[in-house]
């Protein structure tokens, strides 16, 4: 493996500030990679360390109080019941976890959306605002849209792969692309490229002739 997650994102994610978009990517890279567990697992080391040296803070009464009322709320509501998922063949060697839990169904079964005639996508439902979190299908040997970015995106590659100016990305390679690249990735020909990709999101323009570019900047 080549190009894998900022330093900064395996900090955040092994110390629980990371955003839920951006934990989920880093944990689907994790899976496929080896070096940057290693890399995780010694900050998580660090961390726990620095937790056993500081002193416990006193807690006033009211913060007590408000951690002991939060204590008798109820649980929250659990997600609807599902019966469990028989995945084929081709999604559990496509999907590490956590992302195959996190979808929840087999590949052909999820709601591919057509963007372009080479691309498909799905957005995640993750509520937290300020990203986007998209599975991306491109089709074998075809370019994605030249586009530029709205904001930063990450790109983790699972199945297939892509060229653009910047290299070649295989399973479990990520991509950082900032909001100045303007690139038009091309899939490996021979299998559809199956990416899962975190964006900040793109200024959105209002109006209607901004509605309109929005149209035009989405890809
Ligand atoms: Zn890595």
Redesign the pocket.
Known sequence: ?M???SEEH?MDYAAGTASEPVSLLVAT??A??????A?VADYERIGGAMLADSQPADLTDAALNAVLARLDEEPADLPAHKPAVRYDEQTRRILPEPLRSYLGDNLSALPWRNVTRSLQEIELPIGDSGYRTRLLRIKAGQAMPEHTHGGSEMTLVLAGGFSDDTGHYGR?D?SIADDELVHTPVADAGEDCICLAVTDAPLKLTGPVGRIINLFMRY
């Open positions: 493996m190009f894998h997650v395996l890279h994790l496929l990679c080896p070096e940057c567990r890399r479990g990520v």
